[in-house]
């Protein structure tokens, strides 16, 4: 490659951005090539995404500025990002889902009253952008019959057909299967072959490895190190991201199962639009065994977890616990956990906790009733403080604070919060559902570390993820869900190909 | 990463309810000044009116009591997530109760009248309240519609029952007889004179105390008890409080009934302590202005007082320049009272921008000075 006569695609210099008293980015200072995919790596709260949504006119930088094509520019919103040629795809999609894919195509740069003419130019270029980059998506189709991965293909067509040269990807992989992501990865390569530049934010190594040429990373606010990707590691960037050594591997000694703690039986859920989430599941959880549900986000494992919680009544099916079934008015949140079934929700911030209360009340919810926290109706703060700062520590939650509120701890404390809350009752089982989303390597570490420990003091644990690795290194069985069913089980050393089939539905007789 | 500027507590309290209420006097002296009144003359009048006489106080703390109870109705609705603003039908309702109680048993001994009377206020604004609070709860309708819906067929209702039933035989005014002495609760001019205070008279009565004992009371309902706390998490993330396994249906309707209940108790002021009789319209707009009091008060029993002795002074005091300015009418009187419910309840936010940006480069100063 030789881009030496041609200016950096992006420059950022001495960017700074406070939010109250959170320096969200240290006087970063960031050169991105052109026609390369740079990758943008840091922990949760890092100030990646500040970062970007700063470049993309989100925000305003406090001090500090940016330079597109070596040219000085202010960029006050996302229409003069586009217009600079800056695209942006994010995490959460932003498409409308009952338009077709060329009316989200169009969509903000429709040009006029009528729209025959921008439908026909959208086509046209559809077309071309098909042939340029092999981006195949069926125009007429709707958003919401489309699979994810087309969604966000769609995404990536619409920053092109607004012109952008510099393609932001934001945790881009977050609800693929891997099959999906390999697709997603052989697009970015293509785009960078016909000279487009990308920037990729990310927290997973793998894929910074496997498809960057340059790497970023950040800590705390700050630009640590800018990488050639071929000759680092991912240790070594671990280990930048976090700061200090960190053990990527976890240490699990092999334990046998115990008897059968939950037993589930043809259960069914039939949501109120007659869609069915869950199909005839079967499966058991054993005493002293982590049981891992894989696959890719919304094929039924939400439903279930909030099934077992209690949260959700199953249209059909038996659950028994301990081997007696449950009836209809076991199965609320209350009773569950009175039977010692403690509920760690995938959302920490919609269910598992109240962002405006502090600690400490968070730390009693849902176990409010206990008698160790009130006398009669009254709540008895001293004692729920005591308890919330016992429990703080033994999770290492910091700033171990009860009276600060929930939303101003990080997102790996807020969820050591909720950890601390469901273990500290101990538990005869613990559904747990995404235990370490949007939380740092650290943290991961030493939440990673409690539920083996959990496990081997001979308690249930039914774990629920859609990052596979997590599945594959802290499960002792693997049940793999798809479209609402049980697609197969497997052993945790199955090989990731394996697993990824059956997350994208293709049977192993099929496959074979 | 979007986690909006911490602000101190002063200025969230102290500072934003300061401005918005500096931004309606500010409109309300350009306007005064329009018509070619002298706007701080008005205001020297209005506190005057309100504050320099012991009439005057007696009068404020009058209306304030009003507003304590129709803040505070509006104010526990809120911690639980839901918007009551039927306070006004509540009222007015839970005024037939207490009058039905002060009509029918007058011979008993007053002590035990009174109690009846604040049972039947309580029980009357929660009945009133129950049907929105149930629709609401199992069926999903928004109490927004279903409440003030209820203070029209509670206006229709309580006409009816006046105008065929309930007024005396033989009387055209559209209200109940008036109430036997041992009916009323005592005025409190009245009722601390054996104690020696010599206090001006007004119409100001008990029902202020019950008011206080109901901001205590809301205290320890809210920040103290298990109940709170989980009409605090309903409120707060509704989702978490399905998470956690509380009753969300039933809280609904716990809320609402308190807030009623609360509603409720104006009618004892009112109707009880100072009108003696039930009447029409005795409302008159105060379950309405509970929601500024209650937003301006951060829905807190301290910052509800302090709101409603505000209103109070504007109520009073703006009774009063209407009578001495005649070229400020009672309407203008309305308009400023109105650019203050505005400037507190639906502007609340209006200055909140500007604040946090304030904060945030104070902050940045400091740093920069720091190192």
């Given amino acids: 490659m030789t881009h030496e006569k041609r200016p950096a695609a992006i420059e950022l210099r001495g960017i700074d951005k406070h939010f109250g008293a959170v320096h969200a980015n240290k006087d970063v200072s960031l050169t991105i090539e052109p026609g390369t995919i740079h990758g943008l790596i840091g922990e949760n709260g890092a100030g990646k995404s500040t970062l970007m949504s700063i470049l993309y006119g989100f925000y305003q930088a406090d001090r500090g500025s940016i330079l597109v094509d070596g040219k000085e520019v202010q960029i006050r919103s996302p229409a003069q990002a586009i217009a600079l040629g800056i695209g942006m795809v994010h995490q959460h999609f932003m498409l409308v889902e009952n338009f077709t894919v060329l009316e989200n195509l169009v969509l903000g740069a429709e040009g006029g009253a009528v729209l025959n003419r921008c439908f026909a130019s959208a086509r046209m270029s559809l077309d071309t952008l098909k042939r340029e980059y092999g981006l195949n998506v069926p125009a007429n189709a709707l958003i919401s019959d489309l699979p994810v991965g087309l969604q966000q293909r769609v995404e990536i067509l619409k920053a092109l057909y607004r012109g952008a040269e510099v393609l932001i990807l934001d945790e881009p992989t977050g609800v693929l299967t891997p099959g999906e992501a390999g697709h997603l990865f052989v697009v970015l390569r293509k785009l960078k072959e016909q000279g487009k530049t990308i920037l990729l934010i990310t927290h997973k190594l793998r894929e910074i490895m496997a498809v960057t040429d340059v790497v970023s990373v950040m800590r705390k606010g700050a630009l640590i190190d800018t990488l050639e990707t071929h000759s680092t590691t991912p240790a070594r960037l671990a280990e930048l991201m976090v700061g200090r050594n960190v053990n990527l591997k976890l240490a699990k000694a092999k334990r046998a199962a115990g008897a ?253 | ?98 009058a039905l109680v002060c009509l029918s048993f007058d011979s008993l001994p007053s002590p035990l009248i009174v109690l009846m009377s604040i049972a039947a206020a309580a029980l009357f604004g929660a009945a009133w309240a129950l ?101 605090r998490t309903l409120g707060a993330n509704p989702n978490a409080a399905l998470y956690s396994g509380m009753p969300v249906a039933r809280l609904t309707i716990i809320a609402m009934l308190l807030s009623g209940a609360f509603a409720g108790f104006m009618a004892l002021n009112e109707i009880m302590g100072s009108q003696h009789r039930m009447i029409l319209d005795y409302t008159s707009g105060y379950g309405f202005v509970g929601i500024a009091v209650a937003l301006m008060g951060r829905a807190h029993p301290i910052g509800i007082i302090f709101a409603a002795v505000l209103f109070g002074v504007l109520y009073q005091g703006g009774a009063e320049l209407a009578f001495e300015r005649p070229n400020i009418t009672r309407d203008m009187v309305v308009l400023i009272q109105g650019l203050v419910i505005m400037m507190a309840g639906g502007l609340e936010h209006m200055f909140r921008p500007q604040i946090d940006r304030l904060f945030a480069m104070r902050r940045r100063k400091a740093l920069a000075a720091v190192g």
Avoid at chain 2, 12 to 24: D, E, M, Q, R, S
Wanted: overall charge negative; some cysteine.
């Fill in chain 1, 260 to 512: 059968p703690l939950l037993e589930v039986r043809d259960l069914s859920l039939v949501d109120p639009s007659g869609v069915a989430r869950l199909k005839a599941l079967n499966f058991i959880v054993h005493e002293g065994e982590i049981l891992g549900l894989a696959g890719v986000a919304g094929n039924g494992q939400s439903e279930l977890l909030e099934v077992l919680s209690g949260m959700r009544r199953p249209t059909s099916g038996e659950i028994l616990l301990r081997g007696k079934p449950l009836s209809d008015a076991d199965l609320n949140p209350r009773s569950m956990r009175m039977s010692s079934v403690a509920h760690v929700p995938e959302d920490r911030q919609r269910l598992g906790l109240v962002m405006s209360f502090p600690a400490s009340e968070n730390a009693i919810l849902g176990y409010h009733d206990d008698k160790v926290y009130a006398n009669g109706v009254l709540l008895d703060r001293a004692a729920i403080i005591a308890d919330a700062r016992v429990k703080m520590r033994n999770f290492d939650v910091r700033p171990p604070e009860p009276l600060l509120r929930a939303s101003l701890f990080s997102g790996g404390n807020q969820q050591k919060l909720i950890l601390a809350r469901e273990i500290e009752h101990d538990p005869d089982l613990l559904i747990i559902g995404q235990p370490t989303r949007g939380v740092d390597i650290g943290a991961i570490e030493f939440i990673h570390r409690r539920l083996v420990e959990l496990r081997d003091r001979g308690k249930a644990i039914l774990l629920i993820s859609v990052e596979l690795d997590e599945i594959r290194s802290l499960s002792d069985r693997i049940l793999v869900m798809f479209d609402g069913a049980i697609a197969g089980e497997c052993s945790p050393d199955t090989p990731e190909t394996e697993i990824g089939l059956l997350m994208a539905g293709i049977s192993r007789e099929k496959a074979a």
């Fill in chain 2, 131 to 231: 049907i929105p609070a149930y629709l609401q709860a199992r069926r999903g309708s928004h109490v927004v519609i279903t409440t003030i819906m209820f203070n029209f067929i509670a206006a229709a209702l309580v006409v009816y029952l006046l105008v065929n039933h309930l007024s005396p035989p033989g009387s055209m005014q559209p209200e109940t007889r008036t109430f036997a002495e041992n009916a009323r609760l005592p005025f409190l001019h009245v009722a601390l004179a054996p104690l020696g205070l010599d206090l001006p008279s007004s119409p100001l009565n008990l029902s202020f105390i019950w008011a206080l004992v109901c901001c205590l009371f809301f205290y320890v309902l809210i920040w103290r008890s298990r109940l709170g706390f989980e009409l």
């Fill in chain 2, 1 to 98: 990463m979007s986690a909006r500027a911490e602000l101190p507590w002063w200025a969230n309290l102290l500072l934003i309810p300061f401005l918005n209420l500096a931004a309606a006097f500010a409109i309300s002296a350009l306007i005064l000044a329009t018509i070619g009144e002298d706007p701080f003359q008005a205001a020297a009048i209005i506190l005057r009116g309100a504050l320099f006489s012991g009439e005057g106080i007696g009068y404020t703390l009058f209306y304030a009591t009003n507003f304590i109870f129709t803040g505070l109705a509006f104010a526990v609705a809120f911690h639980a997530g839901l918007f009551n603003i039927g306070a006004e039908g509540q009222a007015y309702v839970a005024g037939l109760g207490v």
